[in-house]
């Protein structure tokens, strides 16, 4: 899914009412004398500058109308600035440009100030910059279409606004993180092409598309026939194939660089930032794949929109033919990309833990973290073909490794048992781990195999109730469609053509000398 904002952007600028009902006042609300100690250098501003005598000057009105036992001290007499200016914090958009070493350390210039009559002000980074939400219709100042063609505007302009967004927050990644990792030598130059893979190359790309959009307006902000475009276009998208393709190993050695201090810090330093948005790296990489399954639906709303007499009637269809098997290849290859990289991770103990059902195995249904019946937190992957049970370590590099834990199970000799919540823990496997001190269980199923003396029987709990219905409907999937492939594969081999050879001799009479030997000539 696309990441959505929801969370508008506040300006850290006061408003001037604002400003004319602030005081300076303590933690209870009381007003408070004046530090005349000098306070720490406070960077100022020169929009600022100019308005300090008259800011001096209101505060001291200010204080002069109010009861005299309140005991004030003048502003004007004070010693220091410190207390009768608030630090400034540029504004989000003006620090864009600003380096993040200089806009971090403004910020923490700001926190040590000694108790002194500060205005309540915002910090302009702890708001994500606003992204621009307008509608179609707040575009144009009339007009006289129907409801239907009213929303099928706004679809559209729905899709042109979102080319614009995911082209700036690429651009963004370019500029903030692609190219000052290498120069800063947080990244190799492997590791940032590892990581980044060809995101560079989506930006014309997607360039290419708004700009045919934005030519298909009209004079009256409209666009008549969006089809024949999208159909034209929509092949280019073959290039998300290697770059999504990438990302599995690529968020494998992001996490692992992580653990450096250096690539932590900077990346802590430009999510805190406020062109961030409070997104991270990762949710940046992986805006594009977000973007290429919203087509789909994009197209299909406005499909629904389109009336039957309209040029659109014949293009929509096909175009929406043609994303939605991209999107199939885009996902069948990333699928196969991650079951080949889970497969390298995966150390074996024992060579009998080497079944030829891991190796054959194409993609994955799911994985992810589970209990044991002692309690041990298990990595699981359930392969096309087979079930892994594993213990995640780290590598001499760091590199995550999964140790084959126990046996592994073809999926076609699965059993597979739901344990309802609340069934007695006292017994058996589930004394003390599962119950948590309590006597009843939650969240647990077992696996088991129908012909193999070495596997035993799995007890795994997932972590909630949600977790544990997804795993048992990919297992039950999971071992039907193994099972039908079995069948099938047993029918093939069954049905094979026998030996031409044999098939004569079937034929031959055994009382026959003759024709055996009129066989054995020919």
Known sequence: MEVEETVETRTSWSTAQGEAHSIPCDHAGKKRKQDPAPGPAIRINEDEEEDEDDEMMSEHMRDSEEPSNKRVKPVVKSNSLTGVITPVKTPALKRIGQSISRSISFRTEARPLPPAALRPRTKASSFPRRRNSQCWSDTVESHDLTAKEIKRQEVIYELTQGERQLIDDLSL??????????????????ERGQIFGTLDSLIPLHQDLLSRLERLRGSEKTVGQVGPTLMDWFPCLEAYVTYCCNQVGAKALLDQKKQEKRVEHFLRLCQESSFSRKLDLWNFLDLPRSRLVKYPLLLKEIQKCTPPEHPDEDSLPDALDIIQSIVAEVNKKTGEAECQFYRRGLAYI??????QEIQLSRFLYCHGELKNNKGQRLHVFLFELALVLS??????????????Y???L???????EEIPDGEPGGGGSFRGAFTGGNDKVKNCFRVSSRGRSKAHP???QANDSFSKQQWITCLRRAIVQSRDRTSLSSQSQLCLPPDPILCHIADL???????LADHNSR
């Open 391 to 404: 213990r995640p370590t780290e590598d001499k590099d760091g590199g995550q490794v999964f140790h084959v």
């Open 406 to 408: 126990r046996q592994p």
């Open 458 to 460: 799995y007890s795994l």
């Open 350 to 355: 024992e060579d009998s833990q080497r079944l």
């Open 173 to 190: 990644v370019k500029k903030v993180y692609y190219e000052p990792m290498l120069k800063l030598d947080i990244l190799t130059e492997s």
């Open 509 to 515: 009479s055994l009382s026959s000398d003759t024709d």
């Open 410 to 416: 073809p999926n076609y000799l699965i059993n597979l």
